[in-house]
């Protein structure tokens, strides 16, 4: 069974960073297809990041370019999101996703079937 655990979540402020984890156990990360996700109050869930498995190419929302890297350690089987500059408009539960081949190819959601429990990022202005 697979599981995602995410950490690094927290409170900081408008400008700061944070590198968030998600760390698998019943699967290798570098064989599927890994998203972040992100879901604030009164609104959709959002893609943010993607990596693949298929070449190893990453994906990124436009509201987040520039500010986020989505990278991965295999020795530690975990995938993380460092965000940096961030803005109050980035407060939301962010969620690592995964997916196995052929999906997982971008940031649709329900391309990914499991899902870890969420980490809080808050962001003050």
């Known amino acids: 069974e697979v599981q995602l655990v995410e950490s690094g979540g927290g409170l900081v402020q408008a400008g700061g960073s944070l590198r968030l984890s998600c760390t698998a156990s019943g699967t290798a990360l570098n064989d599927d297809g890994i998203g972040w996700f992100r879901q604030a109050p009164g609104k959709e869930r959002e893609g943010v990041s993607c990596?693949?498995?298929?070449?190893?190419?990453?994906y990124y929302a436009d509201s987040v370019k520039g500010r986020f890297v989505i990278s991965r350690d295999n020795a530690k089987n975990t995938v993380h999101l460092q965000m940096s500059m961030l803005k109050p408009e980035d407060t939301a539960i962010y969620y690592c996703a995964a997916a196995r081949w052929p999906y997982g190819l971008g940031l649709k959601a329900d391309e990914y079937e499991f899902w870890g429990q969420g980490t809080q990022v808050t962001v003050s202005s």
């Open positions: 990596l693949t498995s298929s070449d190893g190419s990453r």
